[in-house]
């Protein structure tokens, strides 16, 4: 099954690949002839994962899915949340990123936090929403030259490795879009 992944994220669509495996063929934006910038207005996860989903069926008319993730840390209130990908601001930085909530959590003793991640899908013009959670906390440094994002800071619950620091097979067996991604799968596999 060939469906496009809504992203420009070459790191994501390798992690979502792996995740599905090769029963499906996944597809990038640029693939499509998508170059623009996918809309992402709402304030929340869900509002943006299907507004980038609804765009690309609209304007492509091709079966997608688009994901949006937020980590959202306890003691910020939830933040960085829907903001995650810009939280210092533009242009996008993980390294400025990660400073600033490192900067943000100094003294706090409560580094609780947790990733989320919805996917939205839009196959043959019915919407679908997966979601996946992976619980954890913040570490006071950062650790690990994988993953992307947050990844270096984030030690998932019972693990003693940040996301940096698991290989991908690792990470996807545990991780908030690893799940979204098998409940996705289940779902496909449910057409075969």
């Known amino acids: 099954m060939k ?8 790191k994501k669509l390798e992690e979502v690949q792996a995740a599905l495996g090769q029963e499906f063929e996944i597809v990038s934006l640029k693939e499509i002839g998508c170059e623009e910038e996918l809309p ?4 929340t996860l869900e509002h943006n994962a299907f ?9 492509y008319q091709v079966s997608c899915f688009a994901d949006d993730t937020g980590l959202e840390v306890e003691a910020l ?4 949340g829907v903001y995650s990908g810009r939280y210092a601001g533009e242009p996008r930085s993980d390294a400025r990123n990660v400073e600033l909530l ?3 959590l100094k003294g706090k003793v409560n580094r609780k936090a947790q990733f989320k991640t919805v996917i939205a899908l839009i196959l043959s ?4 929403q997966f979601v996946g959670i992976a619980k954890g906390e913040i570490t006071l440094q950062k650790s690990g030259e994988g993953g992307f994002g947050y990844d270096p800071v984030f030690l998932p619950e019972g693990r003693n490795r940040t996301f940096a620091e698991l290989s991908m097979e690792e990470k996807n067996a545990i991780s908030h879009r690893g799940k ?6 289940d779902y496909l596999n449910s057409f075969r």
């Not at 979204?180 to 799968?185: H, I, Q």
Request: glycine share 8%; with cysteine; charged share 30%.
């Open 40 to 43: 992402e207005t709402g304030d």
């Open 102 to 104: 490192l900067e943000n």
């Open 180 to 185: 979204a991604v098998r409940k996705l799968v």
């Open 3 to 10: 469906i496009c992944f809504a992203t420009n994220n070459p």
């Open 51 to 59: 507004e980038k989903a609804r765009y690309v069926y609209e304007n």
């Open 125 to 128: 013009g019915r919407e679908h």
């Open 77 to 80: 209130n939830g933040a960085p």
